[in-house]
């Protein structure tokens, strides 16, 4: 695996300097100072520009002061002004899955459905010599039926849709959709890359975490980018070095928690619940369940709409929304008016951030490599378990590839149960199932819906998202009427508001 820092933010003088050929080496260019001038902003009546200055001048002054004010003093947000890039190359599918667990924090990644792939995989480095004979003769055959299928799901794609044989464009997208459709055979320690971004705050918290994670290629990950981070804002990654801190501090920082807090829960839940066999609920395909949700979500949105627009407190506001409800269709006027100017490209109102959904859901890898992507919403989730039901393209069934996908599902299941341990999820497959517990808000069900329920979305999180919407819009029916994907955003205004 490789990371490499491929930029930061720098104080916009600093870089003026350097393009006119004035450069001091006795005192570094770093983008320490942004966060350092505007933390001084509280406490200095100077102009910011001229707090930047100072902090330009004196970088060693700048770093002495970040390190005070947010690690001494905890005021841990001035760190936030600062984003670092990071190129990431030669990582599984499976080590991602930690790193964009991070909310804050922005990721580009290599794209399964524009570009094919080769069978590169990362050999873990807690197998084995007999584990690596296992993952090269599982990856040799999952390979193997990727690139057998490929070509039959691609003649398949192109007779399901002769109109779009015309364009380059729209050949080159029946051409992806068969690459989706395959790259479902391949396990999750295919190798990728990204563009990987986040402000020093963020960063150090993701290196904290991941440090102390069960798979080693992921502790790997940690190390690589605090290796890099500490290059270039040293005075802001403080608390990810626990001797570093406690040289500067004089304090301990434990880190007993992000070591120790999930195994003692597992073995907390497991004294609790027992060791039951896994039951699944799925059917034939990404199955979704309400399990809870705001009391009365459109009566919360129309009296969160009425609050957010009076100067009423809030009992008032639930009692005029409750009292519209007797009034004809006053209610559905009303909540539906406040959406009335919406168009595909804007949130609905905050106030539709106040009902609260919560889905379990069985998911196929594939379609929770997606889901992951949805950083506003709350994700919990169980490891893979392939006694759940694997998922099947559509296409893949229409080929007759059922059995020959099904076999190298079962043998690398085989694998997985052979190897043991957390790293044997390196051998499943995108097609293999977990649990996950997903709580959004109505606004980020519009945004789901808006971007996954579009035709450009792929089946797997397409048909997630809408089973979502779904099951949103028996509870909400008035509030939720306009989610729905960008495609077909305009007729459902048109059919809701003409
Ligand atoms: C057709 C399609 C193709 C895609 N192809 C790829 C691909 O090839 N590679 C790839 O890596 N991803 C791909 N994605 C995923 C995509 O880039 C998004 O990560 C994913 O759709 C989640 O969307 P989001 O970031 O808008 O949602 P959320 O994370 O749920 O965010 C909701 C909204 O909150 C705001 N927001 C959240 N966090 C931030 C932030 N840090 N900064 C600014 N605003 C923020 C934004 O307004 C955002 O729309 C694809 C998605 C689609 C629909």
Not at 108 to 123: C, F, H, N, W
Not at 328 to 348: C, H, K, N, Q, W
Request: net charge negative; with cysteine.
């Amino acid at each position: 695996m490789q990371v490499v820092l491929a930029g930061y933010s720098l104080d916009h003088e600093f870089v003026e300097d350097m393009r006119q050929g004035r450069f001091d080496p006795t005192n570094p260019v770093s983008p320490e100072t942004l966060s350092a001038a505007y933390a001084r902003i509280s406490r200095y009546p100077e102009p910011v520009t001229e707090l930047r200055a100072q902090a330009r001048r004196d970088v060693t002054a700048s770093r002495k002061s970040n390190s005070v004010i947010v690690f001494g003093m905890g005021h841990h947000s001035v760190a936030e002004h600062v984003q670092i890039n990071f190129d990431i190359l030669g990582v599984s599918r499976l080590a991602l899955e930690a790193l964009e667990e991070a909310r804050l924090c922005s990721y580009t990644e290599k794209s399964q459905r524009y570009i094919t792939l080769e069978g590169d995989y990362v050999v873990p480095e807690e197998f084995g010599a007999e584990d690596r004979k296992t993952l090269e003769r599982i990856a040799e055959l999952q390979v193997g039926l990727y690139k057998e299928a490929l070509p039959r799901l691609h003649d398949h794609h192109r007779s399901l849709h002769p109109e779009m044989e015309g364009s380059k464009r729209d050949r080159s997208t029946v051409e992806g959709w068969a690459k989706e459709d395959a790259r479902y055979a391949l396990c999750l320690a295919t190798e990728t890359q990204l563009g990987f971004s986040a402000n020093a705050r963020n960063l150090e918290h993701v290196i904290r975490k991941l440090r102390h994670h069960p798979l080693v290629e992921v502790r790997e990950l940690s190390a690589k980018l605090y290796d890099e981070a500490v290059k270039v804002v040293p005075s802001l990654i403080i608390l990810s070095d626990p001797a570093k801190f406690k040289e500067t501090f004089g304090k301990e920082v434990s880190d007993d928690f992000l070591k120790h807090g999930a195994s003692d829960l597992r073995e907390a839940a497991g004294k609790v619940l027992g060791p039951l066999p896994s039951t699944g609920f799925s059917g034939e395909r990404g199955d979704v369940r309400l399990v809870d949700h705001s009391p009365d979500p459109d009566d919360e949105i129309c009296a969160s709409l009425l609050f957010s627009a009076s100067d009423r407190p809030y009992d008032e506001c639930l009692a005029a929304a409750r009292g519209m409800r007797e009034d004809g269709g006053r209610f559905e006027r009303f909540v539906l008016g406040s959406m009335e100017r919406l168009t595909a490209f804007d949130p609905p109102p905050r106030a539709f951030e106040t009902a609260f959904f919560t889905f379990e859901m069985e998911l196929s890898a594939s379609a929770f490599a997606q889901l992951k992507r949805h950083r506003i919403s709350t994700q919990i989730t169980q490891p893979y378990d392939p006694s759940l039901q694997c998922t099947f393209p559509d296409s893949v069934l229409e080929t007759g590839l059922r059995d020959a996908f099904q076999e190298v599902f079962t043998r690398s299941a085989e694998a997985y149960e052979s190897v043991g341990g957390p790293a044997a999820e390196y051998l499943l497959t995108n097609a293999h199932r977990r649990r996950v517990l997903l709580t959004c808000n109505l606004r980020e069900v519009y945004h789901l819906a808006r971007i996954r329920m579009d035709a450009h979305a792929q089946w797997d999180i397409r048909r997630l998202s809408a089973d979502v919407v779904k099951l949103v819009k028996q509870v909400a029916p008035v509030s939720a009427r306009l989610a729905t994907g960008k495609d077909t955003y305009r007729a459902l205004y048109s059919e809701v508001f003409d």
